[in-house]
């Protein structure tokens, strides 16, 4: 049997303040507000966010379970932004407990609180309102995205290697201003196979060669100006990373190496023990570096002298550690392909922690956000999972997620079906 209670409510603004420390307006340094409970229920009134409501373009309600409890048995008031706000209570049919579902109207944002009341036991419970925009990559929609960085307020998109040479040849710039391409000196069979962005604002490109010349790595300076710098293999480079001097590092498929160019266009090389899959900048300034085989692990290489550390990972012979990401607070987020699990690493003493995703879920990409919270994606079930203070909400798309990223600014940007989405 399915019960259901529905009541609009329109509740008034919050504080500038408040709405300041959930976004603020456009192109303003925000941070997504976190979906934590409020103070300890008594009575063991049980609440939990499921789905995380979303405004806009995805039009996704929000889902909060009450643990064992009817509809009949509550109460649900709702605080939050000055607009109306579906509240839906029904009963599940797999069990006894309620779900609370919050429908957005129109395209507002800003934390809802709802108070959930069960004679004397109470929750209050905060979910952040996200509001998402979408816009075609290309105004045919046919694009696929390999990859995302943050770029001058936005985003530099870079298109999957099987893309059509117009997208194989040049980036993706992606701000509030508009969608633009950044060209490279490029032609015919030529791929941009990896891309990164320096402190100074120039970009890094890596690029498979059709010729015998090989591949080779192209500075574009915020200027315009370009500097070419052969790599000196026929190998595809991939998983650039920039360190603070400015020089660019890239991994050589298959070799026991890695590969790097200084601005001036300085040619570089360091001798590994074994054979990286990728590579990323850790904010403490060394590479760091993803290594499956016999030995699984994530890699800390000192880049001034080689020095390195190793931190086993998984199981031997199995696990392929991938999606390696830096967390603001010096940690690293990383996937295991085989389990679809996702880890947190501090190299700083080598724990290692496993994220708190849901049963089912196969984490794909990974991304930190200013505040704290993790986004990840999980393409096979086509939604993103917020993670924070140890409790996972979900985002349902309809479909993959690809180029996940999240700006200083703490916006969330991803590419789902050649369009290029923002949640804020």
């Keep these: 049997m399915t019960r259901s209670l529905t009541a609009i409510l329109t509740v008034p603004l919050l504080t500038a303040a408040l709405l300041a420390s959930c976004g603020g307006s456009p192109g303003t340094p925000a941070a997504t507000p976190a979906p934590t409970a409020g103070p300890a229920a008594p009575a063991g009134l049980s609440a939990s966010v499921e789905t995380l409501p979303v405004s806009g373009a995805l039009n996704v309600p929000g889902t909060l379970r009450i643990a064992g409890r009817a509809p009949a048995d509550l109460t649900v008031t709702a605080s939050g932004p000055q607009q109306a706000v579906t509240v839906t209570t029904t009963l599940q049919a797999s069990g006894n407990d309620t779900l609370v579902q919050v429908t957005p109207v129109g395209s507002g944002r800003g934390p809802v609180t709802l108070t959930v009341q069960a004679g004397a036991a109470r929750a209050n419970v905060t979910l952040p309102l996200l509001r998402a925009a979408a816009r075609p990559v290309r105004t045919d929609g046919a694009y696929q995205a390999g990859g995302a960085t943050p770029w001058n307020g936005g985003v530099l998109l870079r298109a999957a290697a099987n893309a059509g040479a117009d997208d194989r040849h040049a980036l993706t710039a992606a701000s509030a201003a508009g969608i633009t391409a950044l060209a490279f000196p490029l032609s015919g069979l030529d791929t941009i196979t990896g891309h990164a962005v320096a402190p100074d604002g120039s970009v890094w490109a890596a690029v498979r060669g059709a010729t015998a010349a090989g591949s080779e ?7 315009g100006t370009l500097t070419r710098v052969p790599a000196g293999t026929t190998e ?9 001097d400015g020089r660019v590092w890239a991994v050589a498929y298959g070799q026991p190496r890695l590969l790097s160019a200084a601005p001036d266009g300085t040619r570089g090389e360091l001798a590994l023990g074994s054979v990286p899959d990728a590579l990323t900048v850790g904010p403490d300034g060394a590479l760091y570096l993803t290594r499956r085989g016999e030995h699984p692990a994530i890699l800390r290489v000192d880049p001034a002298g080689g020095a390195t550390q190793t931190f086993a990972v998984g199981t031997p012979g199995v696990s392929v550690p991938a999606a390696l990401t830096p967390a603001p ?9 085989r389990t679809g699990s996702a880890w947190r690493l501090d190299p700083r003493g080598g724990a290692q922690v496993a994220l708190p995703l849901p049963a089912g879920t196969r984490a794909g990409t990974l991304a930190a956000a200013p505040d704290g919270s993790m986004w990840v994606s999980d393409p096979t079930a086509g939604t993103l999972l917020r993670l924070t203070d140890g409790r996972a909400a979900r985002v349902p798309l309809g479909g993959a997620a690809r180029a996940l ?10 590419e789902l079906g050649g369009q290029l989405l923002t949640l804020e």
């Design 236 to 244: 595809t480079l991939s998983s650039l990373g920039v360190t603070p």
């Design 405 to 414: 990223t999240v700006t200083p600014d703490g916006r969330v940007w991803f």
């Design 329 to 337: 607070d010096g940690t690293l987020l990383f996937t295991e392909t």
């Design 217 to 223: 790595l192209i500075r574009r300076a915020p200027d």
